[in-house]
């Protein structure tokens, strides 16, 4: 658990880094320039920066221990944040570059020292690259060989999440402001600028709506990933003492799991026998995975079918 933390605050600080540059160097060239694209991109880069904040909060909460109040901590907190993000990344930086688009569109103004622009843009990719690739650096570490797509749907780590998709758009954005930049100094018309800035804001706006959707499924309640859910079962079935498991429930916790299990024990001699083989197998699932924090256990049995439970009953007088 904590070197994903470490992982993902790496991932963070890259990011913060990179746009913290990016974000200056956008400014100082929007200015130079009069560009409403490259005005939309500073724009972007500085919620961005707003965000790995935000971020950094989140992961910085989600360390206080549980109390009375929380007694199951405060792990979930960084699904909060995460969901900040998206929605300041929607509005801050998509919705606004949006606005900023339609305005020259209405209003269209000559770019001025356009090398200024393309060249602050080519900077810009270069940074954004290196922030992406830290961030695909920690994500190729816990992702198990998957692709980027099958883990991004399923990763429940927010805010790695959130960065990745952040950096992502970042880069498409560039390429969108660098095609508007580009084709207004080669046709001298204005209006591929205020495109350019439309488009960048439309695709900022489809990247939150994405990291929405999947920051709600996690707030809402999520298993843990497919995979462990499935070895968490399969080593509890491998136990001796365990019959059969009727039902196992996990829940993603932020960083942290909590698991209830269900499941027919075989017979014991004792009740004091039965609580260790049990206290022996959260035991072994939490040696084994750190991250599984709580762990209910309930032994069971399972019910006869109705039509034997009748024909028992129909064996007495």
């Known amino acids: ?17 990179a746009n913290g540059g990016i974000a200056l ?24 920066c707003t965000n790995q904040v935000f971020l950094l909060i989140g992961l910085k909460e989600a360390q206080r221990p549980a109390n009375d109040s929380h007694p199951m901590g405060y792990a979930r907190v960084v699904y909060f944040w995460a969901m900040m993000v998206a929605i300041l990344l929607f509005f801050v930086g998509g919705a606004f570059s949006v606005m900023e688009g339609i305005k020259h569109l209405r209003n269209p103004e000559p770019i001025t020292n356009p090398w200024v622009a393309i060249g602050v843009l080519g900077i810009s990719v270069v940074l954004e690259a290196f922030s992406l690739r830290g961030a695909m650096v920690e994500i190729r570490k816990i992702s198990h060989g998957k692709s980027f797509y099958k883990w991004f749907r399923e990763t429940r780590q927010s805010e790695l999440m959130v960065v990745a998709g952040e950096d992502i758009a970042a880069l498409a954005g560039l390429a969108l402001a660098f095609v508007a930049v580009v084709m207004t100094v080669y046709t001298g018309n204005p209006l591929w600028d205020a495109c350019g800035s439309i488009g960048v804001g439309l695709l900022l706006m489809i990247v939150a709506i994405i990291v929405i959707r999947e920051v709600k499924a996690m707030v809402t309640g999520e298993s843990a990933t497919p995979e462990l859910h499935a070895a968490i079962k399969a080593h509890i079935e491998a136990h001796p003492e365990i019959a059969h498991v009727m039902n196992l429930i996990s829940m993603q916790w932020g960083h942290q799991i909590m698991i209830a299990v269900q499941a027919e024990m075989r017979p014991q001699p004792s009740d004091i026998a039965l609580v260790d083989v049990i206290n022996e197998i959260e035991a072994g699932i939490q040696s084994r995975w750190p991250q599984v924090y709580w762990c209910f256990f309930e032994p069971d049995r399972r019910k006869p079918p109705a039509s034997v439970i009748e024909s028992e009953l129909s064996s007495y007088p």
């Open 25 to 48: 160097a956008k400014f100082v060239a929007a200015l130079f320039t009069g560009s409403g694209a490259m005005l939309a991109e500073a724009i972007h880069s500085l919620a961005d």
């Open 1 to 17: 658990m904590a070197s994903h933390t470490e992982g993902s605050t790496k991932a963070i600080f890259y990011a913060l880094g």
